[in-house]
């Protein structure tokens, strides 16, 4: 049975945030212009950002702890989204699941996702400097909220993506099919992927499955040789002074500008060839892109295309697998705000242990091997008075429990 999302809200408000910016909202541009301001601000151990190719999503904690310095974060452009709660932690479990994509259940995101998380824990990944309090410190351990909140969306994403209906598609199959739209089947077509990073290696790999002798360029000749070999097709010069291969489609796949020579501009501006360019921010310059007119397309392009569809069986469980999650990362954030009532108790109950053990061990003269067993005694006993009330207090989604207990044990 779903969850109602109401019953799902947490009793304190939890102080989780993310500023979405998608392709489909916020120019390439704009994207990689703000991701470059909140940088810094990425490496703070309150905040993790997500940079892809369509998206840039920075998801941060609010620490209102005195002296602790708050995040400085820039404006959103127009566009971009700001969501809050348990708004922001389904956002990343929709984005997981892959049903924020264009190509709905695609693979790169999820392999985003991991790395993202991981680049952040592993030791060393993030020195930038941070303002915490009036100094400034290494970046720390990343916040056990943001961290959960990740790990669940990633078992998520996993979860889903074996319920997956035909064979895989990615962004690079999408390029290949503009391509395809424009010049025909692909068998036996020349098609220049430019760059032989991951972009570059799914749209080659796609473009050699439908038939396609793919040439590579690269900066790295050693990468763009190891591609072309896994491709089926050949290397090809790269740099400013080279001219264009003779092609019937080019798809760049870089990220950086690419610097053509003046013969290689022109035979793109006055040739037929379809550009599909994978790059964010676009390889092409504005002024070779408005030349090309609508021969070229862009990966805001691609990701402004109709999405994929699914079948309404598919699309319910993937729903509720998120509904799920978010569930899940709820009561976990509840629980945390019965921790402190959790310790209360704890150290109240020892306490009182400890006093009436003194108490008892004036008044009885133990050899030290009964008083070992009296010790045992107490402890087993305490322990098994408190396991149900703080299993339940651990457990508890709505509150109540925590004030009966504070109320209860005046804690």
Request: charged letters at 25%.
């Amino acid at each position: 049975m779903t969850v109602p999302r109401a019953a799902l809200q947490p009793r304190a408000a939890i102080e989780l945030h993310a500023l979405v910016l998608h392709a489909r909202s916020v120019a390439s541009d704009d994207r990689e212009a703000f991701a470059r301001t909140v940088m810094r601000v990425a490496h703070d151990p309150r905040a993790i950002l997500l940079r892809t190719c369509h998206r840039v999503e920075l998801y941060y904690v609010e620490d209102e702890t005195p002296g602790t310095r708050a995040l400085t974060l820039p404006e959103t452009p127009a566009g971009g989204l700001h969501l809050e709660g348990l708004d922001a932690a389904r956002h990343l479990m929709t984005v997981a699941a892959g049903l924020d994509s264009v190509v709905v259940g695609e693979d790169q995101i999820l392999h985003q996702l991991r790395e993202c998380l991981v680049d952040r824990k592993l030791p060393g990944a993030a020195q930038c400097p941070v303002d915490v309090g009036s100094h400034e410190v290494e970046a720390l351990e990343l916040d056990p909220l943001i961290e959960r909140l990740f790990q669940v969306a990633l078992h998520l994403g996993r979860e889903t993506r074996a319920w997956r209906e035909g064979p895989p598609r990615s962004l690079g199959d999408m390029a290949t099919e503009r391509v395809a739209d424009a010049v025909g089947p692909l068998i036996g077509k020349r098609v220049l992927v430019v760059g032989a990073g991951r972009m570059g290696r799914l749209a080659a790999l796609s473009a050699a499955r439908q038939g396609a002798h793919v040439l590579v360029a690269n900066r790295s000749a050693e990468r763009a040789a190891d591609l072309a070999w896994e491709a089926g097709g050949e290397p090809v010069a790269f740099g400013p002074d080279v001219p264009l291969p003779a092609v019937d489609a080019v798809i760049p796949a870089i990220g950086a500008r690419w610097e053509l020579s003046p013969a290689a501009r022109a035979a793109l501006v006055e040739g037929p060839l379809p550009v599909v360019d994978l790059s964010s921010p676009p390889a092409l310059a504005p002024e070779m892109r408005e030349a090309l007119g609508d021969r070229y397309t862009s990966i805001d392009d691609l990701a402004r295309s109709p999405q994929d569809q699914l079948r309404p069986r598919l699309r319910n469980r993937l729903e509720k697998a998120i509904d799920a999650g978010e569930a899940q990362f709820a009561a976990w954030a509840n629980a945390r705000s019965s921790v402190p009532a959790i310790q209360a108790l704890s150290e109240q109950a020892e306490t009182r242990r400890a006093e009436e053990l003194e108490r008892l061990f004036r008044r009885l003269d133990l050899a030290d091997h009964e008083r070992e067993l009296v010790e045992q005694m107490s402890q087993r006993l305490v322990a098994g008075l408190l396991h149900a009330p703080l299993t339940s207090l651990r457990e508890d989604a709505s509150g109540d429990l925590d004030r009966a207990a504070r109320a209860l044990f005046s804690l």
